[in-house]
């Protein structure tokens, strides 16, 4: 079975600071997908950034950045310039196959970040 | 492109009454759908997920069933609500067999009271 682990809890940053969130998972795939969702007050997920694990170069998305170290089985998550809006939680994970299946989505507790004006 | 669209929003009901969650996909065809958990203060728990019309596969054993009557619907019910069974309910798809990325919906708050 996959685990993810988001060691932080919660992080507070300055409004315009860069911003790194920390997540690990451990499996034995090779193929698999790694995600970034953010879950503002409102509640809904929403996708931030979509990793795949075939893939070596990292994925961006706009002020959204991805560090992926296969190796290390390392997914961390860079935000520039913060903004306020992207005060959430944000949860990391990890999808084993195409279609999701019977495992769905692997999800770490999450990392509530607080962007401070 | 495609939406997803959950309802009611929000719901209050007491211990031992039924529960209706739907959930509809437009834009797409045979896609995978789930219903997760969000309980408070918690990750998100896969309930059940359906690879096809009448195809329901339940992740935890507990008083609640999901039903898929149509190719993009997919409905999360309950004869008898319980205490625990509060928390907030996402549905979700993916693109089935070739889907990389599962999107969700704006999710359900119940209260059992």
């Known amino acids: 079975a996959q685990t993810v682990t988001q060691s932080q809890p919660e992080m507070s940053v300055q409004e315009a600071e860069t911003v790194t969130l920390s997540c690990t998972y451990d499996t034995s795939e090779n193929n698999y997908y790694l995600f970034w969702y953010k879950q503002p007050p409102s509640r809904q997920m929403i996708l931030v950034i979509r990793q795949e694990a075939y893939k070596q170069q990292n994925a961006t998305e706009n002020r959204f950045s991805v560090n992926f170290q296969k190796a290390a089985k390392s997914f961390s998550l860079k935000i520039s310039d913060s903004q306020l809006g992207d005060t959430a939680m944000y949860f990391c994970a990890f999808m084993k196959q195409l279609g999701g299946g019977a495992d769905g989505l692997t999800f770490g507790k999450g990392t509530h970040l607080i962007i401070q004006p | 492109s495609q939406t997803i669209h959950q309802w009611p929003a929000t719901l209050v009901q007491p211990v031992g009454s039924p529960l209706s969650l739907e959930c509809t996909v437009e834009?797409?065809?045979?896609?995978?759908l789930y219903w997760y958990r969000q309980a408070a203060g918690r990750g998100l728990q896969l309930l059940f997920y359906s690879v096809g019309i009448g195809q329901i596969s339940s992740e935890v054993p507990q008083n609640l069933s999901a039903s898929r009557p149509q190719d993009r619907q997919f409905i999360l019910s309950s004869k008898k609500l319980l205490l625990s069974d509060s928390g907030f309910y996402l549905c979700a798809w993916d693109r089935g067999s070739s889907g990389n990325t599962i999107y969700f919906g704006e999710g359900s708050w119940l209260t059992v009271v």
């Open positions: 834009g797409t065809s045979n896609p995978n």
